[in-house]
Nanobody, 115 residues
Framework: QVQLVESGGGLVQAGGSLRVSCAAS????????MGWYRQAPGKQRELVAT???????NYADSVKGRFTISRDNAKNAVYLQMNSLKPEDTAVYYC?????????WGQGTQVTVSS
């Protein structure tokens, strides 16, 4: 079983920066892909970024060049550095771990960007 706990959300002005973190506990394997998704009010949950244990990354077009995902395998942690934030980045951000055909989710952390 895997547990994911996010932290670091909050309120920031447009153009500002914020970093969210996710700590994973339980059995974490090198095949696990970790990432971040977000869900804005009235919208579907969408991919933000993913990272493999080897450091390969994938980003949604809407965040490329502004967000950076990183992973610390020794700490079983994944981070999302968000720069040049826009009001449309406002959402609940969820940490995700994907293993073969199973997804694990954190409880989410709110990120609000004011204009």
């Amino acid at each position: 079983q895997v547990q994911l706990v996010e932290s670091g959300g909050g309120l920031v002005q447009a153009g500002g920066s914020l970093r969210v973190s996710c700590a994973a506990s339980g059995s974490i394997f090198s095949i696990d892909v970790m990432g971040w998704y977000r869900q804005a009010p009235g919208k579907q949950r969408e991919l933000v970024a993913t990272i493999t244990s080897g450091g390969a990354t994938n980003y949604a077009d809407s965040v490329k060049g502004r967000f950076t995902i990183s992973r610390d395998n020794a700490k079983n942690a994944v981070y999302l550095q968000m720069n040049s934030l826009k009001p449309e980045d406002t959402a609940v951000y969820y940490c995700n771990l994907f293993r073969v055909s199973t997804r694990y989710w954190g409880q989410g952390t709110q990120v609000t960007v004011s204009s």
